[in-house]
């Protein structure tokens, strides 16, 4: 066979392996990199605009089985002083009954953030039908007999103007009195050098006997065991944090059924007393120079109109026992907030407005911007890969051109071995 021959016998043959693999090799990494590049602008339309929705829908979620969770939690406290009423009135029982009702909450200790059981409630005292506390536990450990005093005088209580004696020996049995959140008011300075909120709830509950009325049972929880469903929380991430940051704009807090915020990222606007029991004022049109200039910045949210009026708005919503979600701005900022009321009720918790409501913000410019920043990472790695496959493509399409070359100079080979040079091919014909 000629060379002229030899070579189109093998430009032929190579030609054909080589379209014969390329063809298909080009076909689906085309698909694969329009598919990848689809994807990619998909996922970057949802990160800028699916998400946002998403978000919301699941911070409504949230608030509500956040409110749920508050609910269940102060039933179970409730529960906790009626079987008190049952138990011996004696020091020791009570302290082990203390002692073992514990919850674990997130708090700072030796430098570290860790997860401990901390007893629930602060004190358990026995108080007789004269206001007289005859067994007290404070912190855990038994009250000597000179730290008893009669809480019928408003002016003994720990707050100096508590009533919680007055208001549970009037009920009827199985009843239970469930105070407002009381504490010594955090200033915004205090609160800036590390000081905190460190609050409580009476929950309180009369004792018979065959003569009648024989005294109250009282129990003081922990606010921290209440703040811990809102301050811990992050509204887009799952994760939890020992305290959220209300710079961010993305925080939670809860408000009571009188509209007092009783646990927000910042203390400051936590309702609580001046040393001598009487209630700091909360802000008001009128007062607001003169509280903010000594760092007093308690937060009312039905009179909170001049500051936002869906705020206000807000407030009278949840407070008939509605939940709901608005958008508004404050402060040159889009708000987003979510909110349910706690179906908690009690003798003074009544219905509609119950125990108060969880409330759960977002700001929406700065979850934008995340949702942006996400968009862009998407894209880059979307042009990564593209770029990875055509190198691939073209390094294979390189590969396989050697190879096909290679082989089908073997099969040229092979031919011209089989069919000597000069050979005719003989045709056959049907007469044949």
């Known amino acids: 066979m000629s060379e002229t021959k030899k070579g189109k016998q093998f430009f032929t043959v190579s030609r054909v392996f080589f379209l014969l693999i390329v063809i298909p090799l080009l076909l689906t990494a085309f698909l694969i990199a329009n598919g990848i590049f689809q994807l990619g602008d998909t996922s970057k339309k949802g990160a800028a605009a699916v998400l946002d929705k998403?978000?919301?829908?699941?911070?409504?979620?949230?608030?509500?089985?956040?409110?749920?969770?508050?609910?269940?939690?102060?039933?179970?406290?409730?529960?906790?002083?009626?079987?008190?009423?049952i138990l011996p009135v004696s020091a020791e029982t009570y302290q082990e009954?203390?002692?073992?009702?514990?919850?674990?909450?997130?708090?700072?200790?030796?430098?570290?953030?860790?997860?401990?059981?901390?007893?629930?409630?602060t004190e358990m005292a026995m108080v007789d039908k004269a206001g007289n506390e005859v067994v007290k536990i404070v912190n855990g450990e038994i009250a000597p007999e000179s730290k008893l005093v009669n809480v019928s005088n408003p002016e003994n209580t720990t707050y100096k103007s508590e009533v919680y004696f007055e208001r549970a020996k009037n009920l009827e049995k199985g009843r239970v009195y469930i105070s407002e959140v009381t504490g010594w008011y955090v200033t915004k300075g205090d609160f800036k050098n590390g000081k905190r909120f460190e609050g409580i709830i009476r929950i309180a509950t009369p004792l018979f006997d065959k003569q009648g009325f024989a005294g109250v049972v009282v129990l003081s929880l922990d606010m921290r065991h209440i703040a811990k469903f809102t301050d811990n929380v992050l509204p887009t991430e799952s994760i939890q944090v020992l305290e959220s940051d209300s710079a961010t704009g993305s925080y939670a807090y809860m408000v009571d059924n009188r509209g007092y915020i009783v646990s927000h990222p910042d203390d400051f606007h936590i309702e609580g007393l001046y040393p001598d029991g009487k209630p700091v004022p909360y802000l008001t049109?009128?007062?607001?120079?003169?509280?903010?200039?000594?760092?007093?910045?308690?937060?009312?949210?039905?009179?909170?109109?001049?500051?936002?009026?869906?705020?206000?708005?807000?407030?009278?919503?949840?407070s008939q026992g509605n939940s709901g979600n608005r958008v508004y701005e404050y402060g040159g900022r889009n708000k987003f907030v979510a909110y349910a009321p706690i179906p908690f009720y009690s003798t003074n918790y009544p219905e509609p407005a119950g125990f108060g409501w969880i409330a759960m913000g977002l700001d929406v410019d700065r979850?934008?911007?995340?949702a942006f920043a996400a968009s862009k990472k998407i894209e880059q790695e979307t042009q990564a890969w593209l770029t990875t496959i055509v190198v691939i493509l073209i390094i294979a399409v390189f590969i396989l051109f050697l190879i096909s070359a290679i082989l089908s100079k073997g099969i040229a080979r092979s031919i011209s071995a089989e069919v000597p040079e000069g050979a005719v091919p003989h045709y056959y014909d049907d007469e044949d």
């Open 367 to 370: 979850f934008n911007d995340m």
């Open 285 to 318: 049109k009128e007062n607001q120079k003169d509280m903010v200039q000594k760092g007093e910045e308690v937060l009312n949210a039905f009179y909170m109109d001049f500051m936002e009026p869906t705020l206000a708005a807000i407030a009278t919503d949840a």
């Open 54 to 85: 998403k978000a919301q829908e699941e911070i409504v979620a949230r608030t509500a089985s956040i409110a749920e969770n508050v609910a269940s939690f102060m039933q179970g406290c409730q529960k906790d002083v009626l079987v008190a009423t």
């Open 97 to 121: 009954f203390v002692l073992n009702s514990r919850q674990s909450i997130w708090v700072r200790k030796g430098g570290r953030i860790v997860k401990s059981p901390e007893l629930m409630y």
